[in-house]
């Protein structure tokens, strides 16, 4: 056979092959594997018919409303779009409503508000309904074509803005038939009649404002309900800050600092700045991260307590700091963080520390009392999502000692020794007891072992294995731990010298005293720490805006 004659075969091979593989694949098996019947494979064919015709009918209409649209004439078309970005080209002197402010009393008046998107609910093609968020706070806004300012294509732009979309618009302010329940402006709402985008989320959310904010009674309710770990919140933290729980959280923490700064200015305290970059460990021990400080050896400071003292001795007489803390303790719990803000105070005293203790006691009243006074809102928003009661506090904090602790503890069952510490099982059984028997969540416990104190500490007079020292409790959880300091340097160096601490690390800190100090006392609070407790959260994470623990570095 001649290589031509072979070729034509071949060919002829290919495109039978290419026949065969056509009807196989024109066959259509049943269930069973087997071929239709040619009165089953008929039925088969008219319903192919019937779905085709839908899909061109559904095309046709399409097309046909599409091209309707195209022509009506958008009565709207100036009052809504996208904004171009703002490069600060214009300054009109617009007068700009906050979301928290709107209220009856704007009721049938016109405001300009900016506010995020939170969600849209069309209710056919010539209404739809917004939820913006502005913080803390949101309201209900409508837009219902009227074919004058608000035509069908400006409601299905309304409806088409992603979540989380930056909006600006004007509104008037209508007080609905019905309270709106779903908004924390409830009285009124906002009648849109121009909208634009000024800022468009382009990208999939993490997870939905909505999910992030259901409280535990909605899960109870629910439990289908989509549940946003602390894990993914703490991922994709600035999604989660939007919620206005996480909102208000942080506006009550901004709230504690206000109060703590003034009630100190109010007793003529001084604010100051401390170094954080420091040549010694300020607390002792090795829970301290050391860095490298042009070839020397530097450390972060665990508090402020060294200069504190040092301001002391200067003559300050009373100084109190907001600052970051560092610990390097790997503690994987519910109430520890690497870094925190600190509250830390130190004041001279005449007489006995005692003055400091009680004034730090009233201090912890006064920033309780206003938080529950001046920032009523927020906490309504918080308890919302986090559900818990407001705490029991009288005008005056409860005192105990340490020892009439360990008794109260032993009473009820509790194991513990003359001269240990408080563990977190036994702080929690504690708070429930004050509780129970003397009526609040709020109370001081002094006199603790010096054994358990840093170096600093002065012993108690009249038995050394106690100590000048206090801690105060919120919800039987430590807040905040202080003592009268020692002020005398060969005392000091003594006390150095029996715990363990280099003496050569601290010569500039005991130089200080040489000179003559007075006595004093003071304190450090963790701000994260008291926010948490003071609002029942479960974790000190809920507190801290971008946490640091162990194991997070980022965000």
């Keep these: 056979m001649s290589a031509q004659e072979s070729n034509t075969t071949a060919t002829e091979q290919k495109q039978e092959v290419a026949e065969l593989a056509t009807q196989v694949e024109d066959i259509v098996l049943d269930a069973e594997g087997k071929p239709l019947s040619k009165k089953a494979l008929k039925k088969l064919e008219k319903e192919r018919e019937k779905e085709q015709k839908r899909i061109e009918r559904e095309a046709r209409e399409a097309a046909e409303r599409a091209a309707r649209e195209a022509s009506e004439v958008d009565c709207a078309k100036e009052n809504y779009g996208k904004a171009p970005i703002n490069m600060s080209q214009v300054q009109s002197g617009t007068k700009w409503t906050e979301v928290k402010d709107l ?22 093609s010539k209404m739809c309904f917004l939820v913006l968020r502005e913080g803390s706070a949101t309201a209900q806004g409508l837009l219902v074509v009227d074919n004058e300012t608000i035509s069908k ?4 732009f309304a409806n088409s803005i992603s979540s989380e979309s930056l909006v600006s618009l004007v509104a ?12 924390t402006v409830g009285d009124v709402e906002l009648h849109v009649s121009r909208l634009f985008v000024i800022s468009q989320v382009a990208v999939t959310l993490p997870f939905s404002i909505d999910s992030a904010s259901w409280s535990t009674l909605d899960y109870e309710r629910d ?10 919140r703490l991922n994709n933290r600035v999604v989660d800050l939007r919620t206005t729980a ?10 504690v600092s206000q109060l703590f700064r003034e009630y100190l200015t109010n007793e003529k305290f001084t604010e100051i700045h401390t170094p954080k970059i420091i040549s010694a460990a300020s607390e002792g021990g090795a829970n301290v991260f050391r860095v490298d400080y042009f070839k020397r050896n530097a450390f972060l400071a665990q508090s402020p307590q060294l200069f504190k003292q040092m301001c002391i001795a200067a003559d300050f007489g009373k100084v109190y700091e907001i600052a970051p803390v560092f610990r390097a303790e790997n503690s994987q719990t519910h109430r520890h963080l690497t870094e925190y803000v600190g509250l830390d105070l130190e004041c001279a005293f005449r007489e006995h520390y005692h003055e400091v203790m009680n004034m730090i006691g009233d201090m912890f009243i006064y920033i309780f009392k206003n938080l529950e006074k001046r920032w009523a809102f927020e906490l309504a928003t918080v308890r919302k999502q986090y559900p ?18 360990v008794a109260l503890l032993r009473k009820h069952g509790e194991e513990m020794e003359d001269f240990g510490d408080f563990t977190t099982k036994l702080e929690k059984t504690l708070g429930r007891l004050v509780r129970e028997e003397y009526g609040t969540d ?3 416990v002094d006199k603790f072992p010096l054994a358990v104190r840093p170096f600093y500490t002065m012993p108690d007079p009249e038995n050394p294995m106690y100590s000048n020292s206090y801690d105060f409790f919120l919800r039987g959880e430590e807040i905040m731990s202080g003592a009268q300091r020692i002020h005398d340097a060969g005392m000091l160096r003594e006390r150095i010298a029996a715990c363990g601490v280099p ?10 005293f040489e000179y003559g100090c007075p006595p004093h006392a003071g304190g450090g609070v963790g701000l994260e720490r008291v926010v948490m407790f003071y609002l029942g959260l479960d974790d000190i994470r809920y507190s801290s805006l971008f946490p640091r623990d162990p194991t997070r570095l980022e965000p």
């Design 103 to 124: 209220s009856a009393e704007l009721a049938g008046q016109t405001v300009h508000v900016q506010a995020r998107v939170q969600g849209s609910r069309p209710t056919g």
């Design 153 to 156: 294509q400006m409601v299905k």
């Design 172 to 183: 008037k302010v209508v007080v609905p038939s019905e309270p709106i329940k779903s908004c």
């Design 223 to 232: 439990p289908t309900l989509n549940r946003v770990l602390l894990h993914t």
């Design 246 to 255: 996480n909102n208000a959280i942080f506006k009550l923490q901004a709230a």
């Design 388 to 405: 818990s009661e407001p705490i029991l506090v009288g005008d005056k904090p409860l005192k105990l000692e340490f020892k009439d602790a």
């Design 442 to 444: 709020f109370y001081m």
């Design 503 to 512: 003496v050569d690390d601290l010569i500039e800190y005991i130089k200080a």
